[in-house]
């Protein structure tokens, strides 16, 4: 009760704290201070405090369960383990508006603290950007998501949260994803700021740049976290469902990627600035999309909380005045590019970034116009469609064989100008052995040999090159790291579609089936009960042709706060191989539908992400010598 | 001059796409097919399970008094509880019954129709589900009651009950 009191009034605490900088900035922007008001510095903090103290009382809430608390009623049970009690917080509209604010915050106070070097007004600008984006957040979080409402009378219970979301990669999914997201807002906020201050160059490319890597960073693991979720919990088996929330959060990251290697060509050339620039807005205005999107209700998805047109409203037009905004600054303080260095040569380095950049915004069009389509088409002609993975799959597979080309050659290019007499035979030949080596191994699947053996081929050839750049001493480790993550990314991706084998019957304990050259033995089942669910674990023996024995024990529970039946699978991960194995309850209790899946090289997706984010975050603790 | 209607294109564009959300949020956002019965049924082409012979559904239909078409796929499990509904039906009168099999994988069908039997007189597939969604389906399974002229009678939406089964039988004598 105490801790809601607490936790409302902090927030508007911090939203007067947070209109008062808005104009404290305008003030400090007319005097002609060299240096930033301290001020400023003691109000940031306090806003960062405010939202801290807020956010804080509202996690206790649900750790006591204060039912008094609607947020809490909602999304909370007394018999919850106190793990999911607290991630519980953010498993919810309100609350995990609330983490947005808190990261906002945060970011903006560490952005100020690192930026010493930049001058003042640059500074003080990103601070107003920075607030308009939090000025909107709290008040849409008051407005219409209040987490501090309270009930009366006080419910003895609360509701409980949704079992599918009581998981340890969920609990610490969305607070990194957001890491992700907020930090393409300091992003967007600065590149404003020095598009006012017209001090777009290498000083500034070489500042903004850890923030990219940041956010980028965060993205990524906030991504691949949602993916292992989805495979472990939901039980389909996949990974990627081109689900619209998963595209939602892969627009920003392609944004961001094509960002990432765009403002290295403007911190060594100086060129490319509004491109930069436009980048810059992008990332973060889709994000916005992501959240309107996603929180809105528009569009059907598992993300979705809850339907209220009232949010809707109010993050569109949020958005848009975001986006106009910026358009409009865009259009006053025009960047004009630099003349005399603006000879781009065919074979260079930044001509082959700048083909990355083609790609991705490639892929993002695609991914775009598959999640929204479907919106556009329902509003003028009231019909509905619905875009599945074949549309994706189609149109972005293809072009994945010359980008992975691309990716592989690119890196090895000089600055301004290199010569084709450069490329070395060796890596032609190199191009047709992998292509061969590739062949070898897909020759036995059924379908599309030719197309598969020729990506197969361009994903080993990248990794391959950039093996070879790893092992030789003058590598740029962190950008040889990602790129040969992204190889075995494709490869294992393709691997795994092509070997992987679904087998689903029905059977009754004791009984034995034998599939290809396994033995499957149902063994026996066992119910226990737990904390807050009831669970039936089911002991399958499954003996491959070597006479290995795998032992699985997939998990049926039912939970009962809500009641709702989730099937667990069990996996059971070796170097080359899932075994995935997941059961469902038929009618009667003795008959189960068991579905026995092998997936190879699964564990070699998520490494290879790994990868891929880990030289993205070592960019940032070396100098740049690319 | 030109700079302007630049300007103002971006400008008209972005305004376009924010109305088309707006009123887009207004709009229900989950599924509903459009509402068959006692409209014909849309003809459509699809390929057999076991062959891969094309079959207009035209033909199939005609030739008969009644069909019952019924999407149904190997990975749902209310599918498999209703298919001894199917079978029986298929034993007890001589209505013809065509499985449409829905986003589904060959062999993953075929070991269903070993296993559980085949009440179907035709096997069609639905690979990527758009016959179904121009069939009208929410989803699987689902069944339809055709007349010779593919004027829909009725329309199951889920596993067949013990009472539309009896329903069937009445209306096809």
Redesign the interface.
């Known amino acids: 009760m105490i801790s809601s009191h607490i936790g409302y009034y902090s927030l508007i605490l911090g939203f007067v704290i947070s209109v008062s900088l808005l104009f404290y900035s305008i003030f400090c922007l007319k005097k002609k201070n060299q240096n930033i008001n301290q001020n400023i510095f003691s109000l940031l903090f306090m806003q960062f405090f405010t939202v801290v103290i807020s956010f804080i009382s509202l996690v206790y809430s649900f750790v006591i369960s204060d039912f008094s608390n609607a947020t809490v009623y909602n999304n909370s049970h007394s018999t919850k383990p106190l793990f999911y009690k607290i991630t519980g917080t953010w498993g919810n509209h309100e609350g995990s508006l609330l983490l947005w604010l808190l990261v906002l915050t945060l970011f903006i106070l560490l952005f100020i603290i690192f930026s010493k070097k930049q001058p003042t007004k640059y500074r003080i600008l990103s601070i107003f950007f920075q607030q308009i984006i939090i000025l909107g957040f709290f008040l849409f979080l008051l407005l219409t998501s209040n987490p501090f409402n309270f009930l009366f009378p006080v419910p003895n219970e609360g509701l409980g949260l949704n079992p599918i979301l009581q998981d340890p990669a969920l609990a610490i999914h969305p607070p990194i994803l957001y890491l992700g997201y907020v930090g393409s807002s300091i992003i967007f906020s600065a590149s404003l700021a020095s598009l006012i201050q017209n001090n777009i160059n290498k000083e500034w490319a070489t500042h903004i740049k850890k923030w990219i890597q940041i956010s980028w960073f965060f993205l990524t693991i906030g991504i691949l976290l949602g993916s292992i979720w989805a495979y472990y919990e939901l039980g389909w088996g996949g990974f990627w469902f081109w689900d619209p929330v998963e595209n939602v959060s892969l627009m920003p990251w392609l944004c961001l990627t094509a960002l990432f290697h765009t403002v290295i060509v403007l911190e060594k050339r100086n060129l490319l600035r509004s491109w930069t620039l436009i980048l810059s807005i992008a990332t973060f205005t889709f994000s916005m999309i992501g959240t309107?999107l996603v929180r809105?209700?528009?569009?059907?998805s598992v993300h979705t909380f809850a339907?209220d047109?009232e949010r809707?409203?109010f993050i569109?037009i949020f958005l848009?005045s975001l986006?106009?905004l910026s358009?409009i600054l865009f259009?006053i303080y025009q960047v004009n590019e630099n003349n005399t260095e603006k000879n781009f040569f065919l074979i260079s380095k930044e001509t082959s970034i700048l083909i990355n950049n083609w790609f991705m915004m490639y892929f993002l069009s695609v991914v775009l116009i598959g999640t929204t389509y479907p919106?556009?088409l329902?509003?003028?002609t009231n019909e509905?469609i619905?875009i599945?993975p074949?549309f994706f799959n189609k149109l972005i597979i293809p072009f994945l064989i010359i980008f992975l080309i691309f990716m592989a050659l690119g890196p090895n290019l000089k600055w301004i100008k290199d010569n084709y007499k450069n490329i070395k035979y060796s890596k032609i030949i190199l191009f047709f052995v992998c292509i061969l080596i590739s062949f070898y191994i897909v020759r036995k699947t059924s379908s599309e040999i030719l197309f598969s053996s020729i990506l197969g081929g361009a994903a080993l050839y990248l990794l391959f090159i950039n093996i070879r750049e790893f092992l030789s001493k003058k590598n740029n480790t962190s950008q040889t790291i990602s790129h040969l993550g992204f190889g075995l990314f494709v490869l294992s991706i393709l691997l795994n579609s092509l070997f992987s084998d679904?087998f689903?019957?029905?059977m009754k304990i004791g009984q034995e089936l034998i599939y290809k050259k396994e033995q499957i033995k149902f063994l026996k089942i066992k119910s226990l009960d737990k904390e807050n669910y009831k669970s039936v674990i089911a002991n399958f023996e499954i003996k491959d042709e070597k006479k290995n024995i795998t032992f699985l024990y997939p998990e049926i529970r039912i939970y009962n706060q809500p009641n709702i039946l989730t099937s667990e699978a069990d996996i059971k991960t070796t170097v080359f191989l899932d075994k995935f194995i997941v059961i469902?309850l038929?009618?009667g209790e003795e008959i189960f539908?068991v579905?026995y899946q092998t997936k190879p090289f699964m564990i070699w997706i998520w490494i290879s992400v790994c990868l891929i984010s880990i030289g993205g975050i070592l960019g940032i603790f070396k100098k740049t010598n690319i | 001059m030109k700079k302007n209607i630049f300007y103002l294109s971006i400008l008209l564009f972005f305004i376009f796409i924010f109305s088309i959300f707006y009123i887009g949020l207004d709009k229900p956002n989950f599924y509903k097919p459009t509402e068959v019965r006692n409209k014909n049924l849309e003809e459509f082409t699809s390929t057999g399970l076991f062959s891969n012979k094309q079959f207009n559904s035209k033909d199939i239909i005609e030739n008969n008094n009644f069909t019952l078409i019924n999407i149904w796929a190997s990975w749902c499990i209310p599918c498999r509880s209703e298919h001894s509904m199917l079978m029986s039906l298929s034993k007890k009168t001589d209505l013809n019954i065509i499985g449409l099999n829905y986003k589904d994988k060959k062999n993953n069908a075929v070991k269903f129709l070993d296993e559980l039997g085949d009440p179907f007189s035709q096997n069609l597939i639905d690979p990527d589900g758009i016959i179904s969604i121009s069939l009208g389906a929410y989803g699987v399974p689902e069944s339809i009651l055709l007349n010779n002229k593919s004027r829909v009678i009725r329309k199951y939406i889920g596993p067949l009950t013990s009472d539309n089964i009896s329903e069937i039988i009445k209306i096809i004598q």
């Open positions: 309107f809105s209700g528009i569009l059907n339907n047109p809707g409203v569109l848009f986006i106009f358009i259009f919106i556009f329902e509003v003028i509905k619905s599945g074949p679904e689903s019957a029905n469902n038929l009618k539908n579905r």
